[in-house]
């Protein structure tokens, strides 16, 4: 070994492991997705039964498809679901109220 060089000793550090979770069986599976499709199926009939314009149709439909997109990744989209879909309703609501709103004072001058 040359004088001018250092001998550098190296550690490591402890070996990580991950938890593993296996997917549920096919058929496990099957009936928790037939389940939450009822699930979402019931809960957008009863918004669009309440939506005053056609044409909220298929925004209701793209809010309750986010939603059940963001409920799969959890462990438990069952739960999860109902309470993400109120909150995006909710979001969409007062979204569609600020557009009216703003629309409303744009086309009538005296308005705003």
């Known amino acids: 070994m040359k004088p001018d060089q250092t001998r550098l000793f190296t550690e490591f550090a402890p070996e990580t492991r991950f938890e593993l979770r296996p997917a549920p069986p096919a058929e ?3 009936s928790v997705e ?3 499709d009822r699930l979402k199926s019931q809960l957008l009939a009863e918004k ?6 056609a044409e909220l149709y298929a925004p209701l439909r793209r809010v309750a498809d986010e939603a ?3 409920a799969w ?6 739960l999860l679901f ?5 909150e ?3 979001e969409f609501t ?3 109220a600020r557009q009216k709103r703003i629309h409303a004072q744009t086309t009538d001058p005296i308005a705003a």
Not at 73 to 78: D, H, M, R, V
Not at 82 to 86: D, G, N, S
């Open 73 to 78: 990744t959890s462990s438990f989209p069952l």
């Open 94 to 96: 007062l979204h569609v």
């Open 28 to 30: 496990l599976r099957a």
């Open 48 to 53: 669009l039964y309440l939506a005053s314009h």
């Open 88 to 90: 995006k309703v909710a």
């Open 82 to 86: 109902p309470a993400l879909f109120e």
């Open 34 to 36: 037939h389940e939450f």
């Open 68 to 70: 059940a997109a963001v």
